[in-house]
């Protein structure tokens, strides 16, 4: 994750450049500030990630699984390795999602404006993410199923499941797009299918994280809270005076059952 935001932020120092703005605008200063406090809550994780020790055999062996709530017990019978690697398939598709705004006009002219927005957008939900596991320290579902390997429950990354990291950031992807794809092309006809697919791409990823035994309900729905937030407010606070008076309607619902986890965007 940490290589990942370095070059997310790399990546944005090499494309920056100024063009007329016509729907989104950056303040410099105001962007240099973001992107300071995203990198500086992505070293504090760094950091306090030193202190934080793998668990150890028996405790591990003193987990109990009735100490979980009911509704993110189901959780620990889960622990599915495809499907976790689908997850970064999924994960993939919607981080690189985005790039359909340059198949049109408006997209192309504020190209540096989007991946401006967009580099901020991931830098803050992995820096969100990263620096809230690293204080929260929640143990991962799998660690409560007797199946898996001790190898496997005896890592770092066993004890950081709140919250979904993969959720949150597909979610910041997918809502982006939706968001800066409904605000550049307002009557495009692809926009239902481009909305459609994006959002169940990271629904499927939330989905998988959990059929996996990475993570509880709760770490999903929270992920997909906080990535649909940052995915739509960073473009949100950087439109044009003339943009905004359009109306900006967005609803965000998040669902639970026994019968799995449901997710719905209104744009």
């Known amino acids: 994750m940490k ?3 370095s070059l997310l932020f790399l990546f944005f120092l090499l494309t920056t450049s100024l063009f007329p703005q016509e729907v ?4 410099w200063t105001s962007e240099s500030i973001q992107l300071g406090s995203a990198l500086a809550l992505e070293i504090a994780a760094d950091q306090i990630s030193t202190s934080i020790k793998p668990l150890t055999l028996a405790e591990i062996s003193s987990l ?3 100490s979980i709530n ?7 019978n889960n622990w599915n390795t495809k499907a976790g690697s689908l997850s970064n398939v999924t994960l993939g598709l919607n981080f690189i999602a985005p790039a359909i705004l340059l198949f049109g006009e408006r997209g192309r002219k504020e190209l540096t404006t989007g991946i401006t927005m967009y580099s901020e957008t991931m830098l803050y939900a992995l ?5 809230t596991k690293m204080l929260v320290k929640r143990t991962r579902p799998y660690n409560y199923n007797s199946t898996v390997s001790s190898s496997e429950k005896t890592t770092l990354d066993a004890r950081l499941s709140f919250y979904s990291g993969h959720t949150t950031i597909s979610f910041a992807s ?3 797009l939706c968001k800066t794809f409904s605000d550049y092309y307002p009557d495009s006809k692809a926009k239902p299918y ?3 697919f994006s959002l169940a791409t990271a629904a499927l990823t939330g989905y998988l994280r959990y059929e996996s035994g990475n993570h509880f309900p709760t770490d999903i729905i929270t992920g997909a809270v906080v990535g649909s937030a940052i995915g739509y407010f960073v473009p949100y606070f950087h439109k044009t005076s003339a943009s905004s008076e359009t109306s900006d309607k967005v609803s965000f619902n998040a669902s639970a059952s026994p019968m799995g986890i449901g997710f719905v965007v209104i744009f």
């Open 3 to 5: 290589r990942f935001s």
């Open 24 to 27: 989104y605008k950056l303040n």
């Open 64 to 66: 109990d699984k009735n």
């Open 70 to 76: 009911s509704f993110d017990r189901s959780a620990v």
């Open 127 to 131: 820096a969100v993410n990263q620096i």
């Open 174 to 176: 997918a809502v982006f």
């Open 194 to 196: 481009v909305i459609g």
